[in-house]
């Protein structure tokens, strides 16, 4: 699927900290870095995707801290999307909700990104998944009672987890986008079952399953045919058996539609190829195409409400030169 890197010895020292703090803009959305005390820091970032799933590694040489205040929650559009980050090696606390947890290598952590947070980084390695809250089978509330709480990853599903997170970046480059967004649904499932273990058999994430389980697999139907610009409510429902009325019951339940949802991915991707600098020289009208808008025009008018700007006016003021 490809992976962008990332490497701040990519600038000289003196510039450093103002080249990073504009990669982290466009890599993680708007947030306040800490500097390092050492400006000969040398970190990296590697960033992939498995459908609606991103897969962040960093590498933290020399300490930092990552904090994400309302105003950039504001700007940022993160409404609805949440991070499990995990430590490989190092240490790091993770602050929300007037919560703090310290990892040790191995534990995991949910951030609400919509939200404000704070990430304090020793020298560190993490890997970490950023998805929808509606990529995962779970009620937001289970996600949010768990924010900023250590989840073990010495034993159980915590174990598994952190075990599989671990791997995960440096096997992008092999993954194609079908494979990839097949994967992205297991890390998902993986993910839930790991914060279901560790909210009790009781609780609401234990018991909240099949309906979410459904919607999972029909977003991951959505997803590996976004490109598909024929791909309608009548398809979906038929491929995954299930009537059209049932199918659009089950997406007023989260209070949005089988077309608002299919609409909000295709230029979500879009907007994903907008940034990526290997795409700089891809015509905007063949981006859009590629993930299922047939007119240009439509795509520029539904983009420019979304985002705030026209497609080539968007990526012109964030690519770095």
Same mark, same amino acid.
């Given at each position: 699927? *490809?992976?962008?890197?990332?490497?701040?010895?990519? @600038?000289?020292?003196?510039?450093? !900290?103002?080249?990073?703090?504009?990669?982290?803009?466009?890599?993680? /959305?708007?947030? @306040?870095?800490?500097?390092?005390?050492?400006?000969?820091?040398?970190?990296?970032?590697?960033?992939?995707?498995?459908?609606?799933?991103?897969?962040?590694?960093?590498?933290?040489?020399?300490?930092?801290?990552?904090?994400?205040?309302? &105003?950039?929650?504001?700007?940022?559009?993160?409404? *609805?999307?949440?991070?499990?980050? /995990?430590?490989?090696?190092?240490?790091?606390?993770? +602050?929300?909700?007037?919560?703090?947890?310290?990892?040790?290598? /191995?534990?995991?952590?949910?951030?609400?990104?919509?939200?404000?947070?704070?990430?304090?980084?020793?020298?560190?390695?993490?890997?970490?998944?950023?998805?929808?809250? @509606?990529?995962?089978?779970?009620?937001?509330?289970?996600?949010?009672?768990?924010?900023?709480?250590?989840?073990?990853?010495?034993?159980?599903?915590?174990?598994?987890?952190?075990?599989?997170?671990? /791997?995960?970046?440096?096997?992008?480059?092999?993954?194609?986008?079908?494979?990839?967004?097949?994967?992205?649904?297991?890390?998902?499932?993986?993910?839930?079952?790991?914060?279901? *273990?560790?909210?009790?058999?009781?609780?609401?994430?234990?018991?909240?399953?099949?309906? &979410?389980?459904?919607?999972?697999?029909?977003?991951?139907?959505?997803?590996?045919?976004?490109?598909?610009?024929?791909?309608?409510?009548?398809?979906?429902?038929?491929?995954?058996?299930?009537?059209?009325?049932?199918?659009?019951?089950? !997406?007023?339940? +989260?209070?949005?539609?089988?077309?608002?949802?299919?609409?909000?991915?295709?230029? @979500?991707?879009?907007?994903?190829?907008?940034?990526?600098?290997?795409?700089?020289?891809?015509?905007?009208?063949?981006?859009?195409?590629?993930? *299922?808008?047939?007119?240009?025009?439509?795509?520029?008018?539904?983009?420019?409400?979304?985002?705030?700007?026209?497609?080539?006016?968007?990526?012109?003021?964030?690519?770095?030169?």
């Amino acid at each position: 699927m *490809g992976t962008r890197v990332f490497r701040s010895v990519d @600038e000289p020292v003196p510039t450093r !900290f103002d080249y990073w703090s504009d990669i982290a803009d466009q890599v993680i /959305g708007p947030v @306040e870095l800490r500097p390092s005390d050492d400006p000969d820091f040398r970190d990296l970032w590697r960033l992939g995707r498995l459908g609606a799933v991103g897969v962040h590694e960093g590498v933290v040489t020399r300490g930092g801290a990552l904090r994400y205040r309302e &105003h950039h929650v504001r700007r940022a559009d993160r409404d *609805g999307m949440f991070m499990v980050t /995990g430590l490989v090696r190092g240490t790091m606390g993770v +602050e929300q909700d007037d919560r703090q947890a310290v990892l040790r290598p /191995g534990d995991l952590a949910v951030v609400d990104l919509s939200r404000p947070s704070r990430v304090v980084l020793g020298p560190c390695r993490t890997t970490s998944v950023v998805f929808p809250r @509606e990529q995962v089978p779970l009620h937001a509330d289970a996600l949010t009672a768990r924010t900023a709480s250590r989840i073990r990853g010495d034993r159980g599903m915590g174990a598994l987890a952190s075990s599989f997170l671990r /791997g995960l970046p440096q096997q992008l480059d092999a993954i194609d986008d079908v494979s990839g967004a097949r994967l992205g649904t297991t890390v998902a499932d993986l993910l839930t079952a790991t914060v279901t *273990g560790c909210s009790g058999p009781g609780s609401r994430a234990a018991a909240d399953g099949h309906r &979410h389980a459904l919607l999972a697999q029909i977003r991951t139907f959505i997803e590996l045919h976004l490109g598909d610009p024929d791909l309608a409510p009548a398809r979906i429902a038929a491929e995954n058996h299930i009537s059209i009325r049932y199918l659009h019951k089950l !997406f007023e339940s +989260e209070e949005t539609s089988v077309a608002d949802w299919i609409r909000r991915r295709r230029l @979500e991707r879009c907007r994903g190829d907008l940034l990526d600098p290997r795409l700089r020289g891809r015509p905007v009208a063949a981006i859009a195409a590629r993930w *299922g808008f047939r007119d240009p025009a439509y795509f520029n008018r539904v983009f420019r409400a979304t985002y705030g700007a026209p497609p080539g006016r968007f990526r012109d003021a964030r690519l770095l030169p």
